[in-house]
């Protein structure tokens, strides 16, 4: 029993928010009624979770392991995600996970980026925490704030995508064809070179995979399945290829030899993804759509695929017809100063 009306008019609250714990009240109306009880609830529920919280001294690595155990554990990644959790929280020294200072992740990231981590990776990393906190909250499990809730990623520096020229390409495919005894390499950059798939989604390409004029990629990065159309005589050459060799192995060592071999130099953390990039680039430069080329690399933002945007034909030319000086003669006093004194 909650809110009922009686015979004079009048509203009885009885209410109980948790067992042991009753308000009763008579008011006028209905609308007092419903903020008395609304007031109960709330005051007392505030009450339970400052009490909570309060008793709650469970270390980070007890949070994190309740983390895997209830969230973590339906993630495509767990172990690896996991296994960075535990290393984190270790060389954070396993704190009391709801007084966790934002400082002491501050300091230890500090430390991290000074030796030669990434930003990227460090913002992974304070991602990951923060997810613990919030899953974890989303869960009932925790009743306070997450402490990390304040800390700012690091700004990244965005870094110009390589890719290779036509020329380059002809250099690699050569390689990768003579200069490696892995028979994969040569058909695996074919993959990738003529479909934006990033390397491992070519390593794992079974026969059952190309058929139609289709190569279906499964087990991506984004979990969503993709077909991209080929041509007939990659789809040829693939089932020629596994026919003699068999299904492709790890192959990616034997690709960054092969790059070596080429004489090509690459940015740093950009080998395998250089063919990608290659497709990306080319697609565009030969005038294709970029909601299209989104599509085609599985991107679930175009604001991925806009990095590429810059590449195509007529990309920020508006910028010449459209300024407010596109009709008129900016220059023509100069020209008549320079005729007076040549």
């Not at 009922?4 to 067992?19: F, M, N, T």
């Not at 009490?51 to 690595?61: F, G, N, V, Y």
């Not at 490696?180 to 990738?192: D, E, F, G, K, S």
């Not at 139609?212 to 005589?233: C, E, M, N, Q, Y």
């Amino acid at each position: 029993m909650a809110i009922i009306k009686l015979d004079d008019g009048r509203w009885r609250v009885d209410v109980e928010p948790v067992k042991g714990k009753r308000f009763r009240k008579t008011l006028k109306t209905k609308a007092e009624a419903l903020r008395f009880e609304a007031h109960c609830r709330a005051n007392f529920q505030q009450l339970v979770d400052q009490q909570a919280s309060t008793r709650d001294k469970r270390s980070l690595l007890e949070l994190v392991q309740l983390w895997h155990d209830l969230h973590g554990v339906n993630l495509r990644d767990v172990k690896k995600t996991f296994s960075r959790l535990c290393i984190i929280t270790e060389a954070l020294g396993n704190p009391i996970a709801q007084t966790l200072p934002p400082g002491t992740f501050i300091k230890y990231r500090n430390v991290r980026l000074s030796s030669g981590i990434k930003a990227k990776t460090l913002n992974t990393e304070l991602g990951f925490l923060r997810s613990v906190y919030n899953e974890l909250y989303a869960l009932e499990q925790i009743s306070y704030a997450n402490p990390l809730r304040l800390v700012k990623p690091l700004k990244l520096q965005e870094l110009e995508l390589s890719f290779l020229t036509l020329e380059q390409i002809k250099v690699l495919l050569d390689a990768a064809l003579n200069k490696t005894l892995n028979p994969h390499v040569h058909a695996i950059v074919l993959i990738c070179l003529n479909t934006g798939a990033r390397w491992s989604e070519a390593e794992n390409l079974k026969r059952s995979s190309v058929k139609s004029g289709l190569v279906t990629f499964a087990g991506t990065k984004s979990g969503r399945v993709r077909s991209v159309p080929i041509a007939d005589d990659l789809t040829r050459f693939l089932y020629s290829h596994w026919s003699k060799y068999g299904e492709f192995t790890p192959s990616l060592s034997s690709f960054n030899r092969v790059l070596e071999r080429s004489g090509l130099v690459l940015p740093a953390g950009q080998a395998s993804h250089v063919l990608r990039h290659s497709f990306a680039s080319h697609f565009i430069q030969n005038g294709g759509n970029i909601l299209t080329l989104q599509k085609i690399l599985g991107h679930t933002s175009l604001a991925m695929t806009m990095r590429y945007a810059h590449l195509a034909p007529d990309h920020l030319q508006d910028a010449l017809r459209f300024n407010p000086c596109a009709n008129i003669d900016t220059f023509s006093t100069h020209k008549q100063q320079a005729k007076k004194n040549p």
